[in-house]
């Protein structure tokens, strides 16, 4: 017996719903189904070096993030989540630079100012 048209269009229409894998919301997937895209999560950390590397061609080369992504298979948020460390970790380095900077000066002008109360009592 042959299945009716009827039947058949059921059957269409329903084994998209079979096929598709069920995500439990309250468990972290292994595979993040999306409309267009499947992302596999990573089972390893990436490298100081390849991060490097990265962010070395984007800020310096002029490579679109979203093309760094597709050739080292990273996420675009990703990319951009290491440059925004990047760009705290820079500031808190300045900061630090310009603290010791200050540190010095106020020590020179604390010098310069003995020098001279000690010249102006001299005369």
Request: proline share 3%.
């Amino acid at each position: 017996m042959q299945p009716t048209s009827s039947q058949l269009l059921h059957l269409i229409t329903f084994l998209p719903s079979v096929l598709t894998p069920y995500v439990d919301k309250r468990s972290k997937p292994n595979v993040i189904w999306g409309k267009h895209k499947k992302y596999m999560k990573k089972g390893y950390k990436i490298s100081q070096e390849v991060k490097d590397q990265i962010l070395k061609r984007v800020k310096e080369d002029g490579v679109t993030v979203i093309q760094a992504a597709s050739e080292h298979g990273v996420h675009e948020s990703t990319i951009y989540g290491w440059l925004g460390k990047g760009a705290e970790s820079g500031s808190t380095a300045e900061l630090l630079k310009l603290k010791r900077e200050k540190k010095m000066l106020l020590e020179l002008v604390g010098e310069m100012t003995l020098k001279l109360s000690e010249s102006q009592k001299k005369s």
